[in-house]
């Protein structure tokens, strides 16, 4: 049972109690015992509850340090809450937290040594990741917090940072999907800039391609590439070209992508020309826009705002509970843009189970979610004739690292954003 409602933390469990009872009697030779289970399972140990969807998960750091935290979207926190105090064992360097977590899921972890936080409200956490100074403090302090699992050796890189290394650990539960192979990328991504600075990636494919999917700076953050390199390499998606769009800053994120018209006017009066000087501008109907969380928002308004741009539409984990000004309009403003005849692109939306949690922002109704927000805006798309292939809700949390069972059926639509799509419907991979 969880120690408080709501709460995914857990007081033990089977293992964790051994340890305590091992403990006891010879305190050495059971952190011995517990951190040799641990190299042996290569990160937590997982254990099975019987005749229920969820595993008990049970995170061990060592280190004689003042306090660690566990950060991960497993923990299903309400923002500006991102991390949990983990427990340390009397008389030991042991820390210890235990979760319960579905079978499916596969989410990124750290651990934390006295990490910042964003603020105690959510108006000091956006005033925090909008303000320069403040997000630039936040973010170097958060990287010297983290601590990376020793034992785990599946890692990747902290979306928040522009750092390559491999801070983050990915905790994969028993039927949640296989991680791709991470086939090296780098030498087919090449860094340019536009005239008027602004930095674009481009990505291209082992055997060339036609089509140009749009992707958003996050990208290579994660897996985004390397998942796109073995769908190619399996036959599921067609070799396709991505032009990786980069904010001017990392606060500008903010507001560039927040449903502001300088966005789509940048895409047509900038990258366009560019592309097609290149020969690389491919016709409307093999242009997909893709993005993620505010990348996902700007997606969804430049294909509404814009509908001469692009053939199709990815919005993934999109903050659909956006609202220009929360005195004046309530949330989910965009979807209320959505009217018969207002889009003539194809769309494919995705959002994470791990999301599921209160928005808890001013001008957002109590109790929405990133879930719920998609699946308005779903029905919002849907009930105006819009041509939507579905919504999926698959196992994983807010970041980049995650190949979802199922979740081919939205790569495979976008990429082929010239062919046929199904009838609209929500699908959820468990």
């Known amino acids: 049972?969880?120690?408080?409602?709501?709460?995914?933390?857990?007081?033990?469990?089977p293992r964790l109690g051994r340890f305590g009872a091992e403990f006891v009697r010879d305190p050495d030779a059971a952190v011995s015992a517990l951190l040799a289970d641990v190299a042996a399972a290569r990160g937590p140990v997982i254990e099975d509850v019987a005749g229920a969807p969820d595993a008990l998960v049970t995170f061990v750091y060592v280190d004689d340090v003042d306090q660690v935290e566990l950060g991960t979207?497993?923990?299903?926190?309400?923002?500006?809450?991102?991390?949990?105090?983990?427990?340390?064992?009397?008389?030991?360097d042991v820390w210890t937290l235990v979760l319960r977590v579905a079978r499916d899921i596969t989410t990124a972890y750290c651990f934390q040594v006295d990490p910042p936080t964003l603020g105690d409200t959510t108006e000091e956490m956006m005033a925090t990741v909008s303000d320069?100074?403040?997000?630039?403090?936040?973010?170097?302090?958060?990287?010297?917090?983290?601590?990376a699992d020793p034992y785990n050796p599946r890692r990747v890189?902290?979306?928040?940072?522009?750092?390559?290394?491999?801070?983050?650990?990915?905790?994969?539960?028993?039927?949640?999907?296989?991680?791709?192979?991470?086939?090296?990328?780098?030498?087919?991504?090449?860094?340019?800039?536009?005239?008027?600075?602004?930095?674009?990636?481009?990505?291209?494919?082992?055997?060339?391609?036609?089509?140009?999917?749009?992707?958003?700076?996050?990208?290579?953050?994660?897996?985004?590439l390397e998942?796109?390199?073995?769908?190619?390499?399996?036959?599921?998606?067609?070799?396709?070209?991505?032009?990786?769009?980069?904010?001017?800053?990392?606060?500008?994120?903010?507001?560039?992508?927040?449903?502001?018209p300088v966005l789509p006017a940048a895409l047509a009066d900038e990258l366009f020309p560019w592309?097609?000087?290149?020969?690389?501008?491919?016709?409307?109907s093999q242009r997909v826009l893709a993005g993620f969380s505010y990348g996902g928002l700007a997606t969804a308004y430049t294909v509404l705002h814009r509908p001469d741009l692009f053939g199709a539409a990815l919005p993934i984990s999109a903050s659909l509970f956006f609202t220009?000004?929360?005195?004046?309009?309530?949330?989910?403003?965009?979807?209320?843009?959505?009217?018969?005849?207002?889009?003539?692109?194809?769309?494919?939306?995705?959002?994470?189970?791990?999301?599921?949690?209160?928005?808890?922002?001013?001008?957002?109704?109590?109790?929405?979610?990133?879930?719920s927000s998609a699946r308005r805006f779903h029905d919002a798309?849907?009930?105006?004739?819009?041509?939507?292939?579905?919504?999926?809700?698959?196992?994983?949390?807010?970041?980049?690292?995650?190949?979802a069972r199922g979740g081919r059926a939205g790569a495979d639509r976008a990429a082929h954003a010239s062919g046929s799509v199904g009838r609209s419907r929500r699908m959820k991979s468990r």
């Not at 320069?132 to 601590?147: C, K, L, M, Q, T």
């Not at 592309?275 to 409307?284: C, I, K, T």
């Not at 009930?383 to 698959?394: K, T």
């Open 157 to 224: 890189t902290d979306s928040m940072s522009d750092s390559g290394e491999l801070r983050n650990s990915v905790l994969v539960m028993p039927d949640a999907a296989a991680l791709p192979a991470q086939a090296e990328v780098s030498d087919r991504v090449e860094e340019h800039a536009l005239p008027g600075g602004r930095r674009v990636d481009l990505y291209r494919p082992v055997n060339g391609g036609d089509d140009l999917p749009l992707d958003g700076e996050h990208c290579r953050q994660g897996l985004v």
């Open 1 to 13: 049972m969880p120690d408080r409602a709501g709460s995914r933390v857990t007081s033990t469990s």
């Open 381 to 403: 798309l849907r009930d105006a004739g819009a041509d939507v292939a579905g919504l999926l809700e698959y196992p994983s949390g807010h970041g980049d690292v995650h190949r």
């Open 275 to 284: 592309l097609h000087a290149r020969g690389l501008l491919p016709p409307v």
């Open 132 to 147: 320069p100074e403040r997000h630039a403090a936040f973010v170097a302090a958060d990287a010297r917090s983290i601590r």
């Open 324 to 371: 220009p000004d929360p005195n004046t309009e309530q949330a989910e403003w965009l979807a209320r843009q959505v009217r018969p005849g207002s889009t003539r692109a194809r769309w494919f939306l995705a959002v994470r189970q791990l999301e599921d949690t209160a928005i808890g922002l001013p001008g957002v109704a109590a109790g929405t979610t990133m879930v």
């Open 227 to 260: 998942h796109l390199d073995a769908a190619i390499a399996e036959g599921r998606v067609p070799p396709v070209w991505v032009v990786l769009w980069h904010n001017l800053s990392p606060t500008s994120r903010m507001v560039e992508m927040a449903c502001n």
């Open 73 to 92: 979207q497993a923990l299903m926190l309400e923002v500006p809450r991102n991390s949990e105090r983990m427990r340390r064992v009397a008389g030991a």
